[in-house]
């Protein structure tokens, strides 16, 4: 058994996204900092936050439906869409100071411009459509939002879907500031500048086995070395846990009372890729549709151009799965390692009352190419089997928690556990995790760091970082101007 090199101020379990964004916000507020990052895989960015397993949509709520649901009397509730938009901001905020300060690449190594569509079919959604674009416009982040239902202008946006299409009703709307990120690769930068800073240390092929804290606070941590099978023993004062579907079992290690009752529903993905590149290049958008009755949110149907290691792609899908792993490179025993005696009725009644969703994940495993073909087909009429081959996409772990009405509630965003004390954190559930990553750990910071950032220079040093930070673009029409013009010149989005 050995000790790690030092013993860290933090410790940071998993190199994906979160991680990532974590280790960097935090060293540039305090540079002293020291930081060990430890993964179980060989890379950085292989689960979740890899340009394969994931949407690479940068979302701002510009075309997810989902995030604009439609209330009872029949108005559009946009507080959601409103808030991630402001967190897409944010993001893109701290790329930008990183970039500008040459602490990322080049931009166009995980960043593009490619516009946001919505797209509708049949006259009951394309009334839904134009409610949601009247109510969204009306706010500064969405102000340049198109909608059209003429056949012309659709044509010139998405030609794809439009092209030799019935007479159904269709309407889309249109933003052009719409972005596509490998946050594969912006998770690699990320961690190439953090390993070369004083203080930093990454550890590859190492598995967090155990993690317990001691009376002084302080938490113990101990790692297998993959490759040597040797023990590593860590400590630190602050422990985040951003493992993506592992997290839920080291969570369950931890044993802190904040924990309890969590429980995790995994479901996997696959995509359609295309392989004719006639077509690939008659593409360039996001076109997002509307999910199927019953189907999570991560299912939201859509035709996107992607760029990937600098090449363009163009998938469709995702098309939902069920497997008892929590990582794509996980166990099938992960699901049932996580039943707990303090989970196990919010997951039974979690699974009760998400009947329909079952349902859909079965009908999901048992199709076929031409089944899926055809769902194809909605979105792009002219597809043919042969230019289509499916691939499998990132596992994602859904949040089931206690509920004092409902036993058990399932969830689909991101849930953020900490400690009472502030010395351990811990992040689950999926998206819109990586495009709001930047709030998602600034609210980390503010819960475990939180003495530290009411002082003047952690203040001070946000604000140049992000601009805005503090303030709501969306109720500030000329400062949300000009920061998107600034973040647009510098990540060359214009």
Known sequence: MEDSNQNPDVILIGAGIMSATLGVLLKELNPKLTIEIYERLDQPAQESSDAWNNAGTGHSAYCELNYTPQNSDGTIDTKKAIKIAESYEVTRQFWSYLVANDKLPTPDTFIHRIPHLSAVFGEENVIFLKKRFEALRQHSLFSEMQFSTDKTQLESWMPLVMKNRSNDQVAATFMEDGTDVNFGALTKSLLNHLSKQEGVSIFYNHEVQKLKQKEDGVWRLKINNEIT?????????????????????????????????????????????????????????????????????????????????????????????????????????????????????????????????????????????EDRIEALKEYFPEAKSEDWVLLEAGQRVQVIKKDENEGGILEFGTEIIHSEDGSLACLLGASPGASTAVSIMLEVITSCFGEQMKAANWQEKLREMIPSYGQSLNANPDLCKEVRASVQKILKLS
């Open 229 to 369: 099978d040797e023990t590593v023993k860590s400590r630190a004062k602050f422990v985040f846990i951003g493992a993506g579907g592992a997290s839920l079992l080291l969570l369950d290690k931890a044993d802190i009372k904040e924990g309890e009752g969590f429980g995790g529903f995994p479901v996997s993905g696959q995509w359609l890729k295309c392989t004719n590149e006639t077509i690939i290049a008659q593409h360039q958008a996001k076109v997002y549709g509307k999910a199927s009755v019953g189907s999570p949110p991560m299912s939201v149907p859509h035709l996107d151009t992607r760029i990937i290691n600098g090449k363009k792609e163009l998938l469709f899908g995702p098309f939902a799965g069920f497997s008892t792993k929590f990582l794509k490179n996980g166990s099938y025993l992960d699901l049932i390692k996580s039943i707990e005696f303090d989970n196990i009725k919010p997951m039974l009644y979690a699974g009760w009352n998400n009947i329909p969703l079952t349902k859909y994940l079965i009908e999901q495993v048992m199709q076929s190419q």
